[in-house]
């Protein structure tokens, strides 16, 4: 039984932060690669971020590279995203995401199908 609750999602003007945070139960949470996706209404879930077990390597999408920013505390089971100069098009529901596997890479999380577990989602709007 695996579960991610995720939280911090709302509303921010453009050039806005937001901190999302997720936690996770039912799994060694050490043992597993963690990632972020989002998916606008009318479009595809596409992978935002990911972090390996120990947090030492990072993975962003060239889209929010150096304003986005994903990371771990494995003794709290937690992963969170910090967001800064938020854009409108950064405007989404937010799922933190686990692996399928405990041998999956930062790599590998950039594939839908690599994911095994969910969170519920969070919205995140930013307005012009």
């Known amino acids: 039984q695996v579960q991610l609750v995720e939280s911090g999602g709302g509303w921010v003007q453009t050039g806005g932060s937001l901190r999302l945070s997720c936690v996770a139960s039912g799994r060694t949470f050490s043992s597993y690669v963690m990632g972020w996706f989002r998916q606008a209404p009318g479009k595809e879930r596409e992978f935002v971020a990911a972090?390996?077990?120990?947090?030492?390597?990072?993975y962003c999408a060239d889209s929010v590279k150096g304003r986005f920013t994903i990371s771990r505390d494995n003794a709290k089971n937690t992963v969170a995203l910090q967001m800064n100069s938020l854009k409108p098009e950064d405007t989404a529901v937010y799922y933190c995401?686990?692996?399928?596997?405990?041998?999956?890479?930062?790599?590998?999380?950039?594939?839908?199908?690599?994911?095994?577990?969910w969170g519920q989602g969070t919205q995140v709007t930013v307005s012009s």
């Open positions: 995401a686990g692996p399928r596997s405990p041998y999956s890479t930062v790599q590998d999380m950039q594939v839908t199908s690599r994911v095994g577990y």
């Open positions: 972090i390996n077990k120990s947090g030492s390597i990072t």
